[in-house]
């Protein structure tokens, strides 16, 4: 089993900035990729960014330049760094964990960090 807990979450202007955090525990040897997700209301979850254990990253094309990944293993730690926010970027933000001794076999979610950016 493995646990994500969000947080950094918050109300941010225009143009602003925030950090997000994603703390793994549990049985962390064996997680390949953690991900972030968002969830605008009404509309579908979507990625974000994710990052493997080894540091590879992946954007949706729109977050390219504005969000960045990144992670700390030894602290099972990781980050989403989000500038230049717009309002459309305001949604939950879910960490996502794929764990798997040799393919992926569990997905693990957290319960979501609230991002609201005002216009």
């Known amino acids: 089993q493995v646990q994500l807990v969000e947080s950094g979450g918050g109300l941010v202007q225009s143009g602003g900035s925030l950090r997000l955090s994603c703390a793994a525990s549990?049985?962390?040897?064996?997680?390949?990729?953690i991900n972030w997700y968002r969830q605008a209301p009404g509309k579908q979850r979507e990625l974000v960014a994710g990052?493997?254990?080894?540091?590879?990253?992946n954007y949706e094309d729109s977050m390219k330049g504005r969000f960045t990944i990144s992670r700390d293993n030894a602290k099972n730690m990781v980050y989403l760094q989000m500038n230049s926010l717009r309002p459309e970027d305001t949604a939950v933000y879910f960490c996502?964990?794929?764990?798997?001794?040799?393919?992926?076999?569990?997905?693990?979610w957290g319960q979501g960090t609230q991002v609201t950016v005002s216009s």
């Open positions: 549990g049985d962390t040897s064996f997680i390949r990729i």
């Open positions: 990052i493997t254990r080894d540091g590879v990253t």
């Open positions: 996502n964990a794929l764990w798997g001794r040799f393919v992926v076999q569990n997905s693990y």
